[in-house]
């Protein structure tokens, strides 16, 4: 297991990591982690000429609060995030779901912003990370610019980010008080998600006031299934009435079929687990 | 007796070299000028190879050679099939590099010889290969009809069928007779998919050919017959051939064979002239070092309607693969004695068909034969409940050996010398709650819980110890069983003892530490235990079948028996006494009615010295022995799991886990329990993960530990163990074999959980691994009424595919690694 010969670069500066991504042009890649990319180079499907390393670009880690928002800094260990209390406190849904990421080391290792610009369907950061509205903020020669989650995730392993941008925060709009829960199914504790449910919900007076919700795994893309958040505001806490809100939500999608089960059981699933995952956020 | 090592649970002595790094695994070494090979493999399961360019591979930096097939064809001969279990076996040649032909994905088709790994790596891209496709047979009944034919110059996908009647062995009545004869008889189908060994260190093999012998390091479990094979297949005098088997990590049956990749290796060092070392990756490995299981069970079992068997008819299909390993055809048969397990059954004929396909070969696998009969047999006594009614234990008890029938000869024709069934399973379901947890099963059933309970039964027995030799004889084997030891008398006062049983991961060291300080009365740190290296343990037939205790440790106490009795002549020597009246105790020679003592140490530096020793005594203790056990032994035991279902998901989640064995007395309780949860964990990944799955092409879809799911501890609960102690009588510790017993047992316990928690709903069968997919839709279509209760319905009809479900998958599979943008 052994990559091809590339360039190593360590920048300490967004500039300079930008500037060496322009030099590298084609050949040029962001090691942000390389929990997948490592894999990747050692398999030898991909062979970039230079990696720039943006493990000593002090600006892209950390946690901080901006107004209405956390602001999340793109390199960011996945353990971090998984147990700050501001992260706890406001963007619960994250904090859950990074505690799923693999297994401790690759918690210890992998980044936060290193696996939303992966956007692997089956990783556990892109779907959370659009049920809550988040906001990237991506550097580029020419200046920077904020893409919304919705335009964020373009396909399978592809974001907006450019080939020569890299994401360096990423804003979460709080969500103070809302329940949270991050509902990842597989059959061994370090898999990919053969399917997961991200929901975030606030209960008013013993019903849902607001839901979030988001797939992983149903598409090449995570979901956002926008009629069954709508669905669910004003049902009660009991498993029927959720489960009659949510018995929809992978109409529509096109989720892959493999070893550990076909389109027609993941749709299944996704029914299950958006209905657990809604309990749970909601403290039923 | 004041020494008792026997029975301590000691830690393993080995553990602080392995756990900080201190190790000598293969791939660690380094020799002077030494050289690396990386391998080009066929990316196609069958095709004709018509051309191969390595202009550009041997033009590549650091490039000593590039070898094909057709270079080596002159002098690679074709590697050993060591069991040719009948005379007209059919076997396509072997060649370590591919010449002409491919015949699985995987297979080498040429190396590359650099002056750094990565030089060779870089080179295996540039070497060019011309393939023509051929069609694939994957399936067992597909390769059974030879209508597409994995090797085409063999004319047929059967390598050899072998019957095993018990009418005609004269050891019980006919099978047909019998069944025909029967209020009921179940009729069954089972898969047992094809599994990968997946050890933790790669294949790593080290050959240097300076000097007038040639070393090979290797990672191997059977460095002796290695070196014999080597030198069979490539006409080496053995004397020439050294094989050292250093630390290795791990093999599970999965090392216990002769590579292409050490052939290679061998013949690349050897032109060259250079030490040459092949390490493969860990996507090599699981390609392309052999697999296990594989095969078709056709199972039918008559009974009484009050629940006494009258006969088992079981008609296999083994998938051999591409090619026939060391000891592949014999694996199946190893299964027929096991078929008929702990029970008395009065008619019994197997037989098993042994078929190529386009896939890795296989071989021994942890259990090699007895697990799939385990299997079979323990799935089959369930339905055969269910089917008659009755509790699966009851039906168990109805026909099992009782204890006060041993000695008891079986069906199969083997002696079983001890066990006691009764109180091993009397101690498992008291362990377990069994009848707590059928009421609550109950209660759960009664309320349609979403979550279901089922309990899992399996008892087992297996022949392990392989010896005996003249049985090994009888069924075609190419070897015998006997194991071999010395124990040499340091002038120190301390022990060297050599063994042919050459560990890799068991605690040899440790355990036969423990054994030799008892019989010598040596502290067990002055003992040293050495082994893996033909140069210093000459003599061996090294480490499988759960044999190194019983057969291997054996040899140690006669080894050591034969130094006590020199040493009891130079001592009754020092003490100017009657040899006769000597007597020998925890280390010391004492004269009965004096007080007049000698200990070994001392007896061991007199013949050093060799100053004063009787006339014509050789001046030494050192001695050997070979041990040639006259049986098999036969540990048992019975193992429940408490399995719950989520119907809604089809999620199975392994509750509790108990397990009563016998493996009769114990030399170290800690190694025991170490053998057990590591057997168990890899039965339940069978039962619930595990599984090498195919593509339509042959391509090992499995094949990275992202689809390949090895269970880690948080996959699975604390299991629950103990052990009743019956002593086998066949040899002098009355110990019986621990490597292979939770592997054959826990298989069909989990799988009997997952179908006890469902059947109510319709359930008959469920494919293994029981992923939560293939649950949730047995139980689906078992509610639709329709076809029924098979594990997936259409997957149940076809059960010869490795995955159907795979077939119709579509490429976009999440989680695997990218060819695109990644960060």
Redesign the interface.
């Known amino acids: 297991?052994?990559p091809?010969?590339f360039a190593y670069e360590a920048p300490t500066s967004v500039e300079d990591a930008l500037r060496l991504l322009g030099e590298a042009g084609d050949e040029g890649?962001?090691l942000?982690g390389g929990m997948?990319?490592i894999?990747?180079l050692k398999?030898?499907?991909?062979g970039p000429e230079v990696l720039i390393d943006l493990g000593k670009i002090e600006d892209l880690r950390g946690i901080r609060e901006d107004g209405d928002a956390l602001v999340i800094g793109a390199m960011t260990p996945h353990h971090v995030v998984a147990h700050d209390p501001l992260v706890e406190q406001h963007a619960g849904l994250i904090a859950a779901a990074s505690k799923t990421v693999a297994d401790p080391q690759v918690r210890h290792r992998g980044t936060f912003?290193?696996g939303l610009?992966?956007a692997?369907?089956?990783g556990d950061l892109p779907a959370p990370a659009l049920a809550m509205g988040a906001e990237f903020v991506v550097a580029g020669p020419g200046g920077t610019r904020t893409v919304p989650a919705s335009e964020f995730f373009v396909d399978?392993?592809?974001?907006a980010?450019g080939e020569d941008e890299i994401?360096t925060h990423v804003r979460i709009p709080k969500h103070t008080g809302w329940g949270s829960s991050y509902k990842k199914?597989t059959?061994?504790?370090?898999?990919?998600?053969?399917v997961a449910v991200a929901a975030t919900v606030r209960v008013e007076n013993g019903t849902i006031a607001e839901a979030q919700i988001g797939l992983t795994?149903m598409g090449?893309t995570p979901i956002r299934p926008a009629a069954v958040e709508q669905a669910l505001v004003g049902v009660s806490l009991d498993e029927a009435a959720v489960a009659a809100a949510t018995a929809s939500v992978a109409e529509g999608t096109t989720p892959?079929?493999?070893?550990?089960?076909?389109?027609d059981?993941r749709r299944?699933?996704a029914g299950?687990l958006t209905k657990r995952a809604v309990l749970t956020a909601a403290g039923a | 007796m004041t020494v008792t090592e026997i029975g301590s649970a000691r830690l393993r002595k080995e553990d602080q070299r392995l756990i900080t790094g201190r190790t000598r695994y293969t791939d660690n070494m380094t020799l002077p000028g030494m050289l690396h090979i990386a391998c080009v493999r066929s990316p196609f399961a069958h095709a004709t190879i018509t051309a191969i360019d390595v202009s550009e591979a041997k033009a590549s930096p650091g490039v000593v050679s590039v070898l094909t097939g057709r270079d080596l064809a002159d002098e690679q001969g074709s590697l050993p099939c060591a069991w040719p279990i009948t005379e007209d076996q059919k076997a396509p040649p072997h060649p370590a590099v591919a010449v002409d032909h491919v015949a699985f994905a995987g297979e080498i088709v040429a190396v590359v010889v650099a002056r750094t790994?990565?030089q060779a790596?870089?080179a295996v891209?540039l070497v060019d290969v011309d393939y023509d496709e051929l069609p694939v047979v994957l399936g067992l009944e597909h390769a059974l009809t030879d209508e597409v034919l994995a090797h085409p110059s063999l004319g047929t996908n059967k390598s050899a069928t072998w019957v095993f009647d018990s009418a005609e062995a004269g050891t019980g009545t006919d099978v047909d007779q019998a069944l025909a004869g029967s209020d009921v008889v179940v009729e069954r189908t089972y898969t047992q998919q094809r599994l990968i060994p997946a050890f933790m260190e790669p294949r790593s093999t080290l050959v240097d050919p300076t000097g007038d012998q040639i070393v090979m390091w290797s990672a191997t479990q059977v460095p002796h017959i290695l070196r014999l094979m080597l030198a069979m297949t490539l006409g080496i005098p053995e004397g020439k051939v050294r094989v050292i088997a250093p630390d290795v990590g791990g093999g599970f049956g999965g090392k216990l064979q002769v590579t292409p990749e050490e052939v290679v290796t061998l013949l690349a060092a050897r032109r060259i002239g250079k030490p040459v070392k092949l390490t493969e990756?860990?996507?090599e490995s699981l390609m392309a070092a052999h697999h296990g299981r594989a095969q078709l069970q056709r199972l039918k079992i008559g009974a009484t309607k009050d629940g006494i068997v009258t006969g088992l008819s079981v008609d296999l299909l083994a998938d051999m693969g591409a090619y026939l390993g060391l000891v592949t055809p014999g694996v199946p048969v190893l299964g027929a004695f096991m078929f008929n397990s702990i029970y008395k059954f009065p008619a019994y004929r197997f037989s098993t068909t042994n078929l190529f396909t386009n896939k890795t070969w296989t071989d021994a696998y942890r259990g090699a034969g007895r697990p799939e009969a385990t299997f079979g047999i323990e799935r089959l006594m369930d339905d055969l409940a269910a089917e008659l009614g009755m509790d699966p234990l009851e039906l168990r008890e109805k026909n099992w050996i009782k204890h006060e029938e041993f000695p008891f000869t079986t069906v199969a024709g083997l002696e079983y010398d001890t066990g006691n069934y009764e109180a091993a399973t009397a101690k498992a379901l008291e362990l377990f709650g069994y009848d707590e947890l059928r009421a609550e099963q109950k209660q759960r059933r009664d309320a349609g819980d979403r979550v279901q309970l089922g309990i899992g039964i399996s008892t087992f027995t297996e022949m392990c110890g392989l010896a005996p030799s003249r049985v090994l004889g009888s069924l075609n084997y190419g070897a015998g069983g006997w194991e071999h030891a010395t124990v040499r008398m340091l002038p120190t006062g301390s022990v060297e003892v050599v063994t042919g049983a050459s560990a890799h991961g068991q605690g040899h060291e440790t355990a036969f530490s423990q054994i030799v300080a008892d019989r010598l009365g040596i502290p067990f740190d002055n003992i040293e235990v050495l082994h893996g290296d033909t140069a210093s343990s000459h003599k061996g037939l090294d480490t499988y079948g759960s044999r190194s205790l019983v057969v291997g440790g054996m040899a140690i106490v006669a080894a050591a028996d034969k130094v006590i009795e020199k040493a009891k002549a130079v001592a009754a020597h020092m003490m100017e006494a009657n040899p006769d009246d000597v007597e020998f105790a925890a280390g010391n020679f004492t004269v009965k009615g004096t007080d007049a003592s000698v200990n070994i140490a001392e007896t061991a530096l007199a013949v050093f010295a060799a100053h004063d020793l009787p006339d014509g005594m050789e001046p030494s203790l050192d001695s050997d022995a070979t041990f040639d056990p006259e049986n098999f032994n036969y540990p048992h035991g019975t193992h429940l799991a408490a399995m719950e279902v989520d119907t809604?998901?089809g999620?199975v989640t392994l509750r509790k886990y108990v397990c009563v064995d016998d493996i009769g007395n114990v030399v170290n309780p800690l190694i025991v329990e170490g053998q057990i949860h590591g057997g168990l964990v890899q039965g339940i990944a069978q039962a619930?993960?595990e599984?090498a799955?195919h593509d339509d092409a042959g391509t090992l879809?499995?094949g990275s530990f992202?689809?390949y799911?090895?269970?880690?501890a948080?996959?699975l609960p604390s299991f629950i163990t103990d052990r009743t102690e019956t002593p086998a009588t066949t040899n002098a510790l009355g110990v019986k074999g621990v490597g292979e017993a939770g592997t054959i047992a826990s298989t069909p316990a989990i799988v009997n959980g997952v179908i006890d928690a469902v059947r109510h709903l319709g359930v008959e069968d469920i494919l293994m691994p029981c992923?939560?997919?293939r649950v949730?839709?047995a139980i689906n279509n078992a509610g639709k009424g329709g076809l029924a209760a098979k594990g997936g319905g259409a997957e149940a009809a076809v059960p010869e595919t490795t995955?159907p479900?795979?077939a119709?998958?579509?490429s976009?599979?999440?989680?695997s690694?990218?060819?695109?943008?990644?960060?």
């Open positions: 297991m052994i091809t010969k890649k962001i942000a997948s990319l894999p990747v398999l030898r499907l991909a912003g290193g610009v992966h692997d369907p089956a399978l392993f592809t974001t980010v994401l199914f059959r061994v504790a370090q898999q990919w998600s053969i795994n090449s892959p079929s493999d070893t550990n089960g076909d389109a059981y299944h699933l299950v | 790994a990565a790596r870089d891209e990756t860990r996507s809604e998901t999620e619930l993960f599984e799955v879809v499995s992202v689809d799911l090895v269970p880690s948080a996959d992923s939560p997919h949730w839709t995955s479900e795979q119709a998958s579509g976009n599979s999440s989680g690694l990218p060819t695109g943008d990644v960060q």
